[in-house]
Nanobody, 123 residues
Framework: QVQLVESGGGLVQAGGSLRLSCAASGRSIITNTMGWIRQAPGQEREFVAA????????FYSDSVKGRFTISRDNTKNTVYLDMVGLKPEDTAIYFCAVLGRGGLYNITSYHSWGQGTQVTVSS
């Protein structure tokens, strides 16, 4: 069973940058597609980005495309989310999770969620 721990969140001004990390333990995630999902206050969780096991294929929501970059280092069993040009509407708790069965844009397809890391963007 895999455990995921997110880190790297914080308070940043609009236009700023952050790098989130998702460290996996318990087993290797090298064969798994991994995703980042976020939940803003009072809103449902929404898909942000996903990356295939090899790292060759990446997927983004329209709201972050061109500003966020997902990557992975399988030697470190870690997935990253580089965020630039942050906006106040990016404020949310960011979770990483393992893609199971189902489409990768569907958050119900994910399992083994981490506890999340808070990202707050001030205007």
């Amino acid at each position: 069973q895999v455990q995921l721990v997110e880190s790297g969140g914080g308070l940043v001004q609009a236009g700023g940058s952050l790098r989130l990390s998702c460290a996996a333990s318990g087993r290797s995630i090298i064969t798994n597609t991994m995703g980042w999902i976020r939940q803003a206050p009072g809103q449902e969780r929404e898909f942000v980005a996903a990356i295939s096991w090899s790292g060759w294929n990446t997927f983004y929501s329209d709201s972050v495309k061109g500003r966020f970059t997902i990557s992975r280092d399988n030697t470190k069993n870690t997935v990253y989310l580089d965020m630039v040009g942050l906006k106040p509407e990016d404020t949310a708790i960011y979770f990483c999770a393992v893609l199971g069965r189902g489409g990768l844009y569907n958050i119900t397809s994910y399992h083994s969620w981490g506890q999340g890391t808070q990202v707050t963007v001030s205007s």
